[in-house]
C-alpha cells in the first residue's frame, strides 16, 4: 500500500540562544540553522563526520561552513523519491543519493547523521 502522506515545510521559528551566538561568527550560524531546518535535524546530533552540526558540540570542532558532507546530506534528502511504501525505502534512496553525491563505495553507503 502506498502511503500518500506529505511533509510541506511551510515555516519554520528557530530559537536560537544569545549567548550561543557569541560562540560563531554570522555565516557559521545561518549554515547551521539551514542545516537544522531544512534536515529537520536533532540539534544535539552527533555526526560522524565534520558538519556545521558540531557548531555548538563542546569536543566538536567548529567548521566555518556547511561542510561538503552537509550539502550532499541535503541534496540527497531532497533528491530522493519519497515515493516508496515503507520509511526503510526511503532511507535507502537517500543513502544512495548522499553516497553518490559524495562518490563513495557501497561499503561506504550506511552515512547520515548519528542519534
Keep these: 500500500m502506498m502511503d500518500h502522506t506529505r511533509d510541506d515545510l511551510m515555516q519554520v521559528i528557530i530559537v536560537l540562544d544569545v549567548a ?3 560562540q560563531a561568527d554570522f555565516i557559521q550560524i545561518t549554515d547551521y540553522v539551514a ?8 540539534p544535539d546530533v552527533d555526526p560522524a563526520y565534520p558538519s556545521i ?9 567548529q567548521e566555518p561552513v556547511m561542510t561538503r558532507w552537509d550539502r550532499a546530506y541535503l541534496q ?31 561499503e561506504e553507503e550506511t552515512l547520515g547523521p548519528t542519534d
Design 35 to 42: 542545516m537544522i531546518a531544512l534536515a529537520q535535524i536533532d
Design 20 to 22: 550561543a551566538l557569541e
Design 53 to 61: 552540526l558540531d557548531l555548538f558540540s563542546e569536543e566538536g570542532t
Design 76 to 106: 540527497a534528502l531532497y533528491g530522493a523519491p519519497q515515493t516508496a511504501s515503507t520509511t526503510g525505502a526511503n532511507l535507502s534512496s537517500i543513502a544512495l543519493n548522499l553516497a553518490r553525491e559524495l562518490g563513495l563505495s557501497e
